[in-house]
């Protein structure tokens, strides 16, 4: 019988397979177009082998249309490119229902009912440090008997997701209150403003670098080699240090011996800041006052050290004023970010420093060769912080 023939009407020759198979053994009905092992036939569709969870507007519409033009199956799953099963199923449907809607009901039922639901992500917003295990343990005391899974499957379709917090300083309603106000008080000041002012702040250096989250490439059974191992000791010596910048560079970096108190801070201000702002003054004679920026710390607001500021800033040949300052307010002033940089600095270098005085002279050569680019960085978001102020009514900023 000729090949043609045989295919004509729905039949198909069918080899047996092995390893010395004849040519033609038998012949079989058409198995259809999505047998295991052949290629598509008739309909020319690919199906995708991802599951396929339901059809467009779009597609329905065109199927819809094809069974009010009594289009066959097979020529209309060719034109919207689906599975004929799908076509007959959906035909049959809208045949019965007359719409193009799935079935209700159809699929596992929801083991929360709405209003469970809804109270589950209210209980979470009430206390946003409650995990998904605690709500699930408080389900099940109430009777309520789900998985945890489910429980934070409903918080994320909430959009709640678990995230670590974020550490920043205890601010009370006086300190939201202090930090808003002063914000709305210098929200007119641009870059060029802010670059008239010089930072200051203390900062401890480590002589064993302190690492938070690292990661490692590794093996499965590599997780406890030395090379893939951070390592930590109890007890690391500190290293105090003074420092302050400006937009022209950076100033001096002071180390402090013991435990800084007024006395000694108002010798750092006679042997470093004032010379520090004489020579901005004679290099930079614009005639533009100079600020100097200091935390509340009681040991810059001690009579003693004020006074000594305000002598030296009513002089005629020293212009400089002391700018106000909110407290519990780091994430104001740019020098703790840079005081970050120069300790990752000295994490890259060397793990460990042998005393205080290694560490303060690494860090002293680091610290003068900080370049004019980022400093002008760290001022050029003064602004920014500002506006992050404001929009948090006095609360935390991202810096």
């Known amino acids: 019988m000729d090949r043609r023939l045989q295919l004509r009407g729905g039949l198909r020759l069918r080899r047996r397979r092995g390893l010395t198979s004849p040519p033609l053994t038998c012949v079989e009905v058409n198995p259809g177009p999505y047998k295991v092992g052949r290629k598509v036939a008739k309909t020319g569709v690919k199906q995708d082998k991802r599951r396929r969870k339901k059809l467009s507007g779009e597609e329905k519409g065109e199927i819809k249309l094809g069974v009010k033009l009594n289009i066959s199956n097979r020529q209309l799953a060719r034109m919207v490119r689906v599975d004929p099963k799908t076509i007959r199923r959906w035909k049959k449907r809208y045949i019965e229902t007359k719409a193009m809607e799935r079935q209700r009901g159809s699929g596992r039922p929801r083991k929360l009912t709405y209003v469970e639901s809804r109270l589950l992500v209210l209980r979470s917003k009430r206390n946003r440090k409650h995990t998904a295990v605690d709500l699930h343990r408080e389900l099940q005391e109430e009777g309520i008997r789900v998985c945890v899974r489910t429980v934070r499957g409903v918080l994320i379709g909430a959009g709640l997701y678990g995230r670590v917090s974020a550490k920043k300083p205890l601010l009370t309603a006086w300190h939201r209150k202090k930090r808003l106000e002063w914000a709305l008080k210098y929200r007119h000041w641009d870059a060029d403003d802010w670059s008239t002012v010089v930072w200051s702040d203390e900062s401890p250096l480590k002589t064993f670098a302190k690492f938070g989250r690292v990661w490692v490439r590794r093996f499965i059974k590599e997780r406890f080699k030395p090379e893939t191992v951070t390592p930590t000791v109890k007890h690391s010596k500190t290293c105090m240090v003074w420092g302050c910048f400006s937009s022209i560079g950076s100033g001096p970096l002071v180390r402090i011996h013991g435990r800084m108190n007024a006395d000694q801070y108002k010798q750092i201000c006679i042997q470093h800041f004032i010379p520090h702002i004489r020579k901005l003054t004679s290099d930079y004679p614009d005639g533009c006052p100079w600020y100097l920026q200091q935390d509340n710390d009681p040991k810059h607001t001690a009579k003693k050290v004020r006074r000594y500021l305000e002598s030296k800033a009513n002089a005629e040949d020293l212009p400089f004023e002391i700018l106000d300052w909110p407290s519990q307010s780091p994430d104001l ?55 992050m102020v404001i929009k948090n009514k006095g609360g935390s900023t991202s810096y």
């Not at 020098?335 to 460990?352: F, G, H, P, Q, Y």
């Open 333 to 387: 002033n740019p020098i703790e970010n840079l005081w970050a940089a120069v300790k990752v600095e000295l994490a890259k270098r060397r793990l460990s420093y042998s005393s205080e005085e290694a560490v303060f002279l690494e860090a002293q050569n680091i610290w003068a060769n900080i370049g004019e680019v980022q400093l002008s960085y760290l001022i050029a978001s003064m602004p920014s912080r500002i506006r």
